[in-house]
Nanobody, 123 residues
Framework: QVQLVESGGGLVQAGGSLKLSCAASGRTFSTYAMGWFRQSPGKEREFVAGISWSTSRTSYADSVKGRFTISRDNAKKTVFLQMNNLKPEDTAVYYC????????????????WGQGTQVTVSS
């Protein structure tokens, strides 16, 4: 019911920055929270950041606090993830997720997912 398209990934050097975008369409009115997750080879998908669609309440994984910022543009139905001071351990496929009825760091709570965008940080 919600379609998500991510963009903005790429290859950067450690210490650099990237800004990811997630454009949503469809039944976005049913979504309380949206989030960003990432997954590296051999690892489970992990929570990165989340935001409330109505109040802009945000949450972050400890590993990205102070470096990443999640934001939204309600009129454009777009969520952003500004990533600064990138580290090699940030290398992963980043996914936008929607459909959660509450703030959650569990992938199962999100019913809609984007296709993913690759972020690679070189040392």
């Amino acid at each position: 019911q919600v379609q998500l398209v991510e963009s903005g990934g790429g290859l950067v050097q450690a210490g650099g920055s990237l800004k990811l975008s997630c454009a949503a369409s469809g039944r976005t009115f049913s979504t309380y929270a949206m989030g960003w997750f990432r997954q590296s080879p051999g690892k489970e998908r992990e929570f990165v950041a989340g935001i409330s669609w109505s109040t802009s309440r945000t949450s972050y994984a400890d590993s990205v606090k102070g470096r990443f910022t999640i934001s939204r543009d309600n009129a454009k139905k777009t969520v952003f993830l500004q990533m600064n001071n990138l580290k090699p351990e940030d290398t992963a496929v980043y996914y936008c997720a929607a459909g959660a009825s509450r703030f959650s760091d569990a992938p199962r709570e999100y019913g809609s997912w984007g296709q993913g965008t690759q972020v690679t940080v070189s040392s």
